[in-house]
C-alpha cells in the first residue's frame, strides 16, 4: 500500500513540475534557442529563414559600441558586486550593534530596493548634474574647487551608474547579512567580548567566513543585476556622454526595434548567454555535486 | 532586534557617554543622510512650485507647501492624449500585482517542495536551465515570447502580463524555496511520508505552513518587483492595463512641452508609496524570512 | 496630437490612444504589438525606411484611393512621395514635414554679445561663436543625446559640404565620398562645434537646450523647427525674440523629414474604414493648417494658406517649393541600422577625440552594407 503511495506520489511530483519544465524548456531554452537561430540569419524587423554563418557575430565583434558595452558591463560588474558586499556587510556590522533605532535604520537602507529606476532616474540625474546637482551645492557652501561632473565626463559616466545602482542594492545585501548574523551562536559573541577581541578583528576573521552562505546568495543575486542592468543607463545617460556607458542589453534592445536588425541583436543575445553560461557553470557544478542527497 | 540570541554581559551605559557608540551612531546616520539624499530631493521638488524650481537650488526647503503637484499628478497631468493624471494606471497596476504574486508564490514554493524532497529523473537539469534563465535580460527573451503568446491571443492581455511575470519570476522563486526546503530537516517529511502522505497533502498540510516567513519574503520580493516593472508592461499589458510605471514614464519623458518636475517627482512618489508601504511595513517579515531560510547558496 | 484627434472625432472616427513616450520606445511597442497579433489601428513612424520591412511582409494597407482623392502625387514633396510610395502604392499618410537643421537664435544674447547680423556663413558663425563665449554666454546651446548630435552633423555637411557630398554619402552610399577631403572638413567642422557647448550639454533634451535660448543665456541652437513650439508657449515670437536661418547661401538645401501613420492589416472592415478616415482627416487642409501651427512644421501640402503661419515657417515653405532645393532625410535612404551605426561614431566623434581618418573610415564601413 505504502509503495503504491509513493508510486503515485512521484508522479504527482512530476505533474506539479510541469509548469516549471514548460517555462523552463519552452520559455528560456526555446527563447536562447531561437535567438541562435535568428543570429544566424540576416533578419531585420522580422525573422527570415536565410543563414548567413557567423557573418552576424563577425559584424558584431566588429562592432565598436559592443566592444565597449562589453568593457563596460565587466568593469561596472567588478566595481557593483564589490561595493555592494563591502558596504552592504560594513551596514549590516554597524546596524547589527545598534539595537535602538535599528529598524527604522534597516528601513532607510533598505526602501532603495523598493523603487525603480524610473522613479528615480531624473532625480539622480539631477544630483550628479554639474550645474545643479552635489556639484554646484557643495561649490555654493564654499569648496568654489569642487568637481563632482563624473556624469558628463567621458571617462567617469559608467561610475556614476555604480553609485546609483550600488545605493539601489546594498540595502539587500545589508539585510541578507543582517539575517545570516543573527544565525551566529550567541556563543561566539560572548566568547569575544571576553576575550576582549576588537570588534573589527572578530568581524573580519571570525564572522564573516561563517558568512559565506548568505555572501553567497547576496553575490548571486547582485550578478544577476549585473547581467541585467538596463534601466538605470536609458534612465540615467541613455549611454551617453557618447557612448560611454553604453551596456549590452541596451545595444540589443537598440537593435530591436530601432535599428530593425534582430539578427545582430539576437548574436549579441547569445552571446550574453554564453557568458552567463560561463560564469555560472563552475557554480551549478559545485553545487550539483553538493547536494547529492539520499532519498 | 537585538543580537544573536540577545545575551550580552554588558554594564549599561548611557549612549551619550560611550564614545565607541557614539562613533557607531555618527557613522550610520551619515550613511543614512547618503541613502535618503534622492528621497530628500524628490521629496522637496514635489512640494515647489516651478518658478521656485527654477530658481533655488536643489537642497533648498519649499518657502511653502503646496499639494498642487501631487494633485495634478494623480487626476489632471497629460499622459498622452488624455489627461487623467497616473490614477489611471493605479488599478492596473494593483490588478497586475495581486494575481502575479501569488501565482509566483505558489509555483515557486510548489516547485521549491518537488525539487527539495523528490528525487526526480531530469529535475536537475530543468533547474539548472531555469537557474541560467534568471541571468537573462527581458530584452533577449522579449521577441520569442510575443511571438510565442501571439498565437494564443495572449499578447496585450491581462492574463498575458502575468503569464509574463509569473514566467519571469520562476527562476528566483524556485531558488529561495528549494533552498528553504532543502534547509528544513527531513525527518519530518519522511515520517509524513510514511504515515501515507501523499504528495500534495505532506506539501499543504506540512510543508506551507511551516514556510509562511519564506512566503512572505517571496511575496514581498515577487510584488515590488512587478509593481517597478516597466518594459514588460509596456509590451505585454496591453492598452486597457498599462500599468503606473508605463503612465509615469509618459508623464516624466515628454519629448514635447515644458516638463512640469513637481509634477513629476510628485508622480514618481506617488508610484512608489505601493513598494515603499509595503517594504516599511513587512520589512520585519522580510528579514525574518531570509533569516529563516535561503542561506545556502 | 490632439489636432489630429480632435480632427478625426469631427470626421466621424472615434479616437482611442496609446501613448508612448519616447519615439524609439512607441516604435517598439507597436512592432511587438503587430508582431504579437495585437496591431493597432495606426502608428507613428518616421517617413522613411522604417516601415519599408512591414510592406516587405504585407502587414500594412494601402492608402491608394485616400491618395487619389486627395491628389497625393501633386502636393507632397518628392523625399515624402518617395518614402510613402512604394512599387506604386501608398502606405503611409504623412502628417508633418519638419525640416531639423534650422540654426535658431537669442537675439538678446547675440545683441549682448556684439554679433551684428545674422551669420551668413561658417565662418561668421564661429566668429559670432566666439564673441557670445567671451561675453561669458553659453554659445551654441546643445543637449548630448546621439540624435541632437547627429543633426548637427547633418547641418555641417548639408551647408558646408553641400548637396552633392550629402547625396553621394547619404543615398549613394559612395565610400571615395566619405574618404574625400571635403567629408573630413565637415567631420573637423562638426567636431570644432563642440567647443562651444557648455559643460552640462550630455544628456539634456532638446527643448532644456531650447530654454537655454529663450532665457537668452546662450546664442544658438541646431535643431528643427519644433522649437517654435517652446518659444511659443513661452511667448517669445520670431523676429522679435528669436532668429531662424534655414541655411548658409541663398541655395542651401532644405532637408524634410517627415512623420507618417502607417496602418497595419486588421482584417476587420470597420478598422479599414476608420483607419482610412484617419488618413483623409490628418491629411486635410485644416489639419495640417492646425497641426503646423501647433507643432512648428509644415503642412505637407502645398496648396495650404501658410500665412496664418509664423515667418520662420512661411520661409520653410517658400523655400520648400523650389525644387532643387529640398533634401531628403538621411532617413530616407538610409535603413534604421545605418543610421543608428552612423549616428554611433558621430556621438562618439563628438564626445571623444579620434583621428578623423578613423571616423571617415568607420563611418564608410557601417554604411557599406
Redesign the interface.
Given at each position: 500500500?505504502?509503495t503504491r503511495?509513493?508510486d503515485?506520489?512521484?508522479r504527482?511530483?512530476?505533474l506539479?513540475?510541469v509548469?516549471?519544465?514548460l517555462?523552463?524548456?519552452?520559455?528560456?531554452?526555446?527563447?536562447?534557442l531561437?535567438?541562435l537561430r535568428i543570429s544566424l540569419s540576416s533578419s531585420r524587423s522580422f525573422p527570415v529563414s536565410d543563414f548567413v554563418g557567423l557573418a552576424q557575430y563577425r559584424r558584431l565583434f566588429s562592432n565598436e559600441r559592443w566592444l565597449h558595452s562589453l568593457g563596460n558591463l565587466a568593469t561596472y560588474g567588478l566595481l557593483f558586486v564589490a561595493a555592494c558586499l563591502i558596504i552592504g556587510w560594513l551596514?549590516a556590522i554597524?546596524?547589527?550593534?545598534?539595537?535602538?533605532?535599528?529598524?527604522a535604520?534597516?528601513?532607510?537602507?533598505?526602501?532603495?530596493?523598493?523603487?525603480?529606476f524610473?522613479?528615480?532616474g531624473?532625480?539622480?540625474q539631477?544630483?550628479l548634474n554639474p550645474g545643479?546637482?552635489i556639484q554646484?551645492?557643495v561649490r555654493?557652501w564654499g569648496f568654489s574647487q569642487f568637481r563632482f561632473d563624473w556624469l558628463v565626463d567621458q571617462d567617469h559616466a559608467l561610475y556614476t551608474i555604480v553609485i546609483a545602482t550600488v545605493?539601489q542594492a546594498s540595502?539587500l545585501v545589508m539585510?541578507?547579512l543582517?539575517?545570516?548574523?543573527?544565525?551566529?551562536?550567541?556563543?561566539?559573541?560572548?566568547a569575544a567580548?571576553?576575550d576582549a577581541v576588537p570588534a573589527w578583528r572578530l568581524h573580519l576573521w571570525v564572522i564573516a567566513p561563517m558568512l559565506a552562505?548568505?555572501f553567497?546568495?547576496a553575490?548571486?543575486?547582485l550578478?544577476?543585476g549585473v547581467?541585467?542592468l538596463?534601466?538605470a543607463v536609458v534612465a540615467m545617460t541613455q549611454g551617453g556622454p557618447g557612448t560611454a556607458s553604453e551596456v549590452p542589453?541596451k545595444f540589443?534592445?537598440d537593435h530591436?526595434f530601432g535599428r530593425a536588425n534582430?539578427a545582430l541583436?539576437s548574436a549579441g543575445?547569445t552571446v550574453?548567454?554564453l557568458s552567463?553560461?560561463i560564469?555560472?557553470m563552475p557554480?551549478?557544478y559545485a553545487?550539483?555535486r553538493s547536494?547529492r542527497?539520499p532519498? | 532586534?537585538?543580537?544573536?540570541?540577545?545575551?550580552?554581559?554588558?554594564v549599561p551605559r548611557r549612549?551619550y557617554t560611550d564614545p565607541a557608540r557614539l562613533g557607531?551612531?555618527a557613522?550610520?546616520l551619515s550613511?543614512?543622510l547618503?541613502?535618503?539624499?534622492?528621497?530628500y530631493?524628490?521629496s522637496l521638488t514635489s512640494f515647489k512650485s516651478m518658478e521656485e524650481i527654477r530658481n533655488t537650488?536643489?537642497?533648498a526647503l519649499p518657502p511653502q507647501l503646496s499639494f498642487a503637484a501631487w494633485q495634478a499628478a494623480w487626476s489632471s497631468a497629460c499622459?498622452?492624449?488624455?489627461c487623467n493624471g497616473i490614477s489611471a494606471g493605479f488599478w492596473n497596476s494593483v490588478l497586475i500585482v495581486i494575481p502575479s504574486t501569488l501565482i509566483a508564490v505558489g509555483?515557486g514554493a510548489?516547485?521549491g517542495y518537488?525539487?527539495a524532497f523528490?528525487?526526480?529523473r531530469g529535475?536537475?537539469v530543468?533547474?539548472?536551465?531555469?537557474?541560467?534563465?534568471?541571468?537573462?535580460?527581458?530584452?533577449?527573451?522579449?521577441?520569442?515570447?510575443?511571438?510565442?503568446?501571439?498565437?494564443l491571443?495572449l499578447?496585450?492581455t491581462l492574463t498575458g502580463i502575468i503569464i509574463v511575470h509569473?514566467?519571469f519570476s520562476?527562476p528566483?522563486m524556485?531558488l529561495i524555496f528549494r533552498?528553504y526546503y532543502?534547509a528544513l530537516p527531513?525527518e519530518l517529511f519522511l515520517a509524513a511520508?510514511?504515515d501515507?502522505a501523499?504528495?500534495?497533502y505532506?506539501f499543504l498540510r506540512l510543508m506551507l505552513p511551516m514556510s509562511l516567513p519564506m512566503l512572505a519574503v517571496a511575496a514581498i520580493m515577487q510584488a515590488?518587483g512587478v509593481w517597478?516593472?516597466?518594459?514588460l508592461g509596456?509590451?505585454f499589458a496591453?492598452?486597457e492595463h498599462?500599468p503606473m510605471?508605463?503612465q509615469?514614464?509618459?508623464?516624466?519623458?515628454?519629448?514635447?512641452?515644458?516638463?512640469e518636475y513637481n509634477v513629476?517627482?510628485a508622480a514618481?512618489?506617488l508610484?512608489?508609496l505601493v513598494?515603499?508601504l509595503?517594504?516599511?511595513l513587512a520589512?520585519?517579515w522580510?528579514?525574518?524570512g531570509?533569516?529563516a531560510g535561503?542561506?545556502?547558496? | 496630437?490632439?489636432t489630429l484627434?480632435d480632427a478625426y472625432r469631427a470626421a466621424g472616427g472615434d479616437?482611442?490612444?496609446?501613448?508612448?513616450?519616447?519615439?524609439e520606445?512607441a516604435r517598439?511597442?507597436a512592432l511587438?504589438?503587430i508582431?504579437?497579433?495585437?496591431a493597432p489601428a495606426a502608428a507613428l513612424f518616421n517617413a522613411s525606411r522604417q516601415f519599408r520591412e512591414l510592406i516587405d511582409q504585407g502587414l500594412l494597407i494601402t492608402l491608394d484611393d485616400v491618395a487619389q482623392r486627395e491628389g497625393w502625387d501633386a502636393i507632397l514633396p518628392e523625399p515624402i512621395l518617395n518614402a510613402v510610395r512604394v512599387n506604386g502604392h501608398y502606405y503611409a499618410a504623412p502628417v508633418s514635414l519638419h525640416m531639423p537643421t534650422w540654426i535658431w537664435y537669442s537675439k538678446a544674447a547675440l545683441r549682448k554679445a556684439g554679433v551684428e547680423r545674422e551669420p551668413t556663413s561658417f565662418a561668421e558663425l564661429f566668429v559670432a561663436l566666439d564673441r557670445l563665449k567671451a561675453a561669458g554666454l553659453i554659445a551654441l546651446a546643445h543637449g548630448g543625446q546621439a540624435w541632437q548630435d547627429n543633426i548637427v552633423f547633418r547641418a555641417v555637411l548639408a551647408n558646408l559640404g553641400g548637396r552633392e557630398l550629402y547625396l553621394k554619402a547619404f543615398r549613394d552610399r559612395d565610400a571615395a565620398a566619405i574618404a574625400s577631403p571635403q567629408f573630413r572638413e565637415v567631420l573637423t567642422t562638426f567636431k570644432r562645434l563642440h567647443g562651444y557647448v557648455d559643460a552640462g550639454s550630455p544628456g539634456r533634451?532638446?527643448?532644456d537646450a531650447t530654454?537655454l535660448l529663450i532665457s537668452n543665456r546662450a546664442g544658438f541652437q541646431i535643431m528643427g523647427d519644433?522649437v517654435k513650439?517652446?518659444f511659443s508657449?513661452a511667448g517669445k515670437l520670431p523676429g522679435r525674440d528669436y532668429g531662424c536661418i534655414p541655411g548658409f547661401g541663398a541655395h542651401s538645401p532644405y532637408i524634410i523629414q517627415g512623420d507618417a501613420f502607417v496602418f497595419p492589416r486588421s482584417g476587420s472592415a470597420a478598422t479599414l474604414r476608420a483607419q482610412k478616415l484617419l488618413a483623409s482627416a490628418i491629411t486635410g487642409k485644416a489639419t495640417q493648417l492646425a497641426f503646423s501651427a501647433l507643432k512648428g512644421s509644415i503642412p505637407i501640402r502645398a496648396d495650404v494658406d501658410v500665412s496664418t503661419l509664423d515667418q520662420c515657417a512661411r520661409l520653410g515653405v517658400s523655400i520648400m517649393k523650389d525644387r532643387s532645393r529640398q533634401l531628403g532625410n538621411d532617413e530616407t535612404w538610409l535603413t534604421p541600422d545605418q543610421n543608428g551605426a552612423l549616428a554611433d561614431i558621430l556621438t562618439e566623434y563628438w564626445n571623444r577625440d579620434l583621428a578623423v581618418s578613423v571616423v571617415q573610415q568607420r563611418i564608410a564601413a557601417a554604411l557599406a552594407d
Open positions: 500500500m505504502i503511495r509513493i503515485s506520489g512521484l504527482r511530483a512530476h506539479a513540475l509548469p516549471m519544465a517555462v523552463a524548456l519552452v520559455c528560456y531554452l526555446g527563447a536562447t531561437w535567438s551596514l554597524l546596524i547589527e550593534r545598534e539595537v535602538r533605532m535599528g529598524g535604520l534597516r528601513l532607510v537602507f533598505l526602501y532603495p530596493y523598493a523603487m525603480s524610473i522613479a528615480t531624473l532625480v539622480w539631477w544630483l545643479l546637482g554646484e551645492a555654493r545605493w540595502g539585510t541578507i543582517l539575517a545570516g548574523m543573527r544565525g551566529i551562536d550567541a556563543d561566539i559573541w560572548r567580548r571576553i552562505a548568505p553567497a546568495t553575490t548571486l543575486l550578478l544577476t547581467a541585467k538596463y534601466d542589453t540589443i534592445m530591436l534582430i541583436a543575445a550574453l548567454v552567463a553560461l560564469v555560472m557554480l551549478i553545487r550539483a547536494s542527497r532519498a | 532586534m537585538s543580537g544573536a540570541g540577545g545575551e550580552r554581559p554588558s549612549w557607531l551612531l557613522l550610520l550613511a543614512a547618503c541613502f535618503l539624499l534622492p528621497l530631493v524628490m537650488s536643489l537642497f499622459t498622452g492624449v488624455a509555483l510548489l516547485n518537488a525539487l523528490w528525487r526526480l529535475a536537475g530543468l533547474f539548472a536551465v531555469l537557474m541560467i534563465g534568471a541571468f537573462l535580460p527581458i530584452q533577449v527573451m522579449m521577441l520569442p515570447l510575443v511571438r510565442l503568446l501571439a498565437p491571443h499578447v496585450g509569473v514566467i520562476m528566483v524556485t533552498n532543502a527531513r511520508r510514511l501515507g501523499g504528495f500534495l505532506a515590488t517597478n516593472d516597466y518594459l509596456l509590451v496591453g492598452r498599462l510605471t508605463v509615469l514614464n509618459n508623464l516624466v519623458n515628454t519629448t514635447t512641452g515644458t516638463r513629476d517627482m514618481t512618489l508610484t512608489a513598494p515603499l509595503i517594504y516599511a520589512g520585519r522580510f528579514v525574518r531570509i533569516a535561503s542561506l545556502k547558496a | 496630437m490632439r484627434a479616437w482611442v490612444d496609446t501613448a508612448v513616450a519616447g519615439n520606445q517598439a511597442v511587438s504589438r508582431v504579437g497579433n495585437d533634451n532638446w527643448n530654454a519644433w513650439a517652446e508657449s
